[in-house]
């Protein structure tokens, strides 16, 4: 069973920056597509971020050019590097595993509070 580990989240002023973790563990790292989703309150999740096997990222247009995504599999963990923080990127981030192609193969941390606020 694939298990997810957030950490990094907190308290940060506008401007500022916050670099998450997600640990993977209890499956290959290798085979699934790692991403980021957040959830503001009354809001529906959304996705942030997404990085595929080979390291390939997409990202919301809200996000581009202030947040970065990677993987190291020797860690098998995924980063979202933030940057340039804004009020509303404050929410509830979630590291999201996906194995494309496999149904029944989606998988959640727990998820890590960011607040972005003076």
């Known amino acids: 069973q694939v298990q997810l580990v957030e950490s990094g989240g907190g308290l940060v002023q506008p401007g500022g920056s916050l670099r998450l973790s997600c640990v993977f563990s209890?499956?290959?790292?290798?085979?699934?597509?790692m991403g980021w989703y957040r959830q503001a309150p009354g809001k529906q999740r959304e996705s942030v971020a997404t990085?595929?096997?080979?390291?390939?990222?997409d990202y919301a247009d809200s996000v581009k050019g202030r947040f970065t995504i990677s993987r190291d599999h020797g860690k098998r963990t995924v980063y979202l590097e933030m940057n340039w923080l804004k009020p509303e990127d404050t929410g509830v981030y979630f590291c999201?595993?996906?194995?494309?192609?496999?149904?029944?193969?989606?998988?959640w941390g727990q998820g890590t509070q960011v607040t972005v606020s003076s």
């Open positions: 999201n595993a996906a194995r494309t192609g496999v149904p029944g193969t989606t998988y």
């Open positions: 209890g499956s290959i790292f290798s085979f699934y597509v």
């Open positions: 990085i595929t096997l080979g390291g390939s990222a």
